[in-house]
T-cell receptor
Framework: KNQVEQSPQSLIILEGKNCTLQCNYTVSPFSNLRWYKQDTGRGPVSLTI?????NTKSNGRYTATLDADTKQSSLHITASQLSDSASYIC???????????FGKGTKLSVIP | NAGVTQTPKFQVLKTGQSMTLQCAQD?????MSWYRQDPGMGLRLIHY???????DQGEVPNGYNVSRSTTEDFPLRLLSAAPSQTSVYFC???????????????FGPGTRLTVL
């Protein structure tokens, strides 16, 4: 069964600091991996999408990395802002299915 | 473009009642899907559609029906609501319906449903 584990479950950081969120998955055969940002009470918004051949992808202050061999991904947030407070969800996708496996997310709180 | 819209935003039902959650997108996307999000769990796929007239079951389809008569609309029907269906429901769409697509998937704002 496809599984996704994200760590930490929650994280509190000071505004302006950097942080890294982790994602381990067991989806096979693997096709691509997405990171979403979900603000409280809203739908997820796509941050990055990486295929199995990509190692890193950036979207502004967000940088995602992928190691398809070890089935690990990370999301690095640089110079955090209060608006970064949200849940960040890792979503690996299999090659032969429409069904995405959503992680439970990491809840990030950025405080002044 | 309005993107993906969902109505209602909030709904309270009694056990056994039926209702339809509405979802529409104005981006001419082929692929549309419904998810539910429960506390402490990742989003789970209920049903999806790869085009008008074509639907299929996801991970948790029991108690829900869907239809896709047009490209734009993808309603989700609860036939006989149960407390276990208390959840937040999200509709999503993306452009191509092909497997392993890397196109952006857009989510609606969600419907918060409580079944008493």
């Amino acid at each position: 069964k496809n599984q996704v584990e994200q760590s930490p479950q929650s994280l509190i950081i000071l505004e302006g600091k950097n942080c890294t969120l982790q994602c381990n998955y067991t989806v096979s055969p693997f096709s691509n991996l997405r990171w979403y940002k979900q603000d409280t009470g809203r739908g997820p918004v796509s941050l990055t999408i990486m295929t199995f051949s990509e190692n890193t992808k950036s979207n502004g202050r967000y940088t995602a990395t992928l190691d398809a061999d070890t089935k690990q991904s990370s999301l690095h947030i640089t110079a955090s802002q209060l608006s970064d407070s949200a849940s960040y969800i890792c979503v690996p996708s299999g090659a032969g299915s429409y069904q995405l496996t959503f992680g439970k997310g990491t809840k990030l709180s950025v405080i002044p | 473009n309005a993107g993906v819209t969902q109505t209602p935003k909030f709904q309270v039902l009694k056990t056994g009642q039926s209702m339809t959650l509405q979802c529409a997108q104005d981006m001419n996307h082929e692929y549309m899907s419904w998810y539910r999000q429960d506390p402490g769990m990742g989003l789970r796929l209920i049903h999806y559609s790869v085009g008008a007239g074509i639907t299929d079951q996801g991970e948790v389809p029991n108690g829900y029906n869907v239809s896709r008569s047009t490209t734009e609309d993808f309603p989700l029907r609860l036939l006989s609501a149960a407390p276990s269906q208390t959840s937040v429901y999200f509709c999503a769409s993306r452009a191509p319906a092909r497997l392993a697509s890397t196109d952006t998937q857009y989510f609606g704002p969600g419907t918060r449903l409580t079944v008493l």
